[in-house]
């Protein structure tokens, strides 16, 4: 795409969908103990285990990963603004969910959480205002 920034915000949230996406799926126990690595444990504060959850939120964020690499492939506007609406469908609601619920983590997971979250809501908005805008050959054409 010309457009490397639009590029970029969508590896940037497809990325995460597909790394989240596949350690859901795959290892939901792991998961749910683990996530998001580095000695934190961020799912395993807010609940019992669940395995039929895990998987679920594993295989929705491998769906969105999918549609992200439809964009890298085809990076037509339609599709552009397709995943955009679709990642902060369900990026929006989990950000907020979370910004209500900060009395569970210390200090240092609320800002790692609020900040690593509050870009899975910036990044679709700003394909939206972006791709919303330019025009369609802006976005296809192969630099």
């Given at each position: 795409?010309?457009?490397?920034?639009?590029?970029?915000?969508?590896i940037?949230?497809?990325?995460?969908?597909?790394?989240?996406?596949?350690?859901?799926?795959?290892?939901?126990?792991?998961?749910?103990?683990d996530?998001?690595?580095?000695?934190?444990?961020?799912?395993?504060?807010?609940?019992?285990?669940?395995?039929?959850?895990?998987?679920?939120?594993?295989?929705?964020?491998?769906?969105?990963?999918?549609?992200?690499?439809?964009?890298?492939?085809?990076?037509?506007?339609?599709?552009?603004?397709?995943?955009?609406?679709?990642?902060?469908?369900?990026?929006?609601?989990?950000?907020?969910?979370?910004?209500?619920?900060?009395?569970?983590?210390?200090?240092?997971d609320?800002?790692?959480?609020?900040?690593?979250?509050?870009?899975?809501?910036?990044?679709?908005?700003?394909?939206?205002?972006?791709?919303?805008?330019?025009?369609?050959?802006?976005?296809?054409?192969?630099?």
């Amino acid at each position: 795409m010309r457009d490397s920034l639009t590029r970029v915000l969508v590896i940037v949230a497809g990325g995460g969908n597909a790394l989240v996406g596949l350690w859901a799926s795959l290892a939901p126990q792991s998961f749910y103990d683990d996530f998001p690595g580095a000695g934190r444990h961020w799912v395993a504060l807010d609940g019992p285990y669940n395995e039929h959850l895990v998987r679920d939120v594993g295989t929705l964020n491998l769906a969105l990963a999918v549609v992200a690499l439809a964009v890298l492939l085809r990076p037509v506007r339609y599709l552009v603004l397709t995943f955009a609406a679709a990642e902060l469908v369900y990026s929006l609601p989990h950000f907020l969910y979370h910004a209500a619920h900060l009395d569970l983590f210390e200090s240092g997971d609320k800002v790692a959480l609020m900040l690593t979250l509050g870009v899975t809501v910036v990044a679709p908005i700003a394909l939206l205002l972006r791709s919303s805008r330019a025009p369609d050959e802006a976005i296809t054409r192969v630099a």
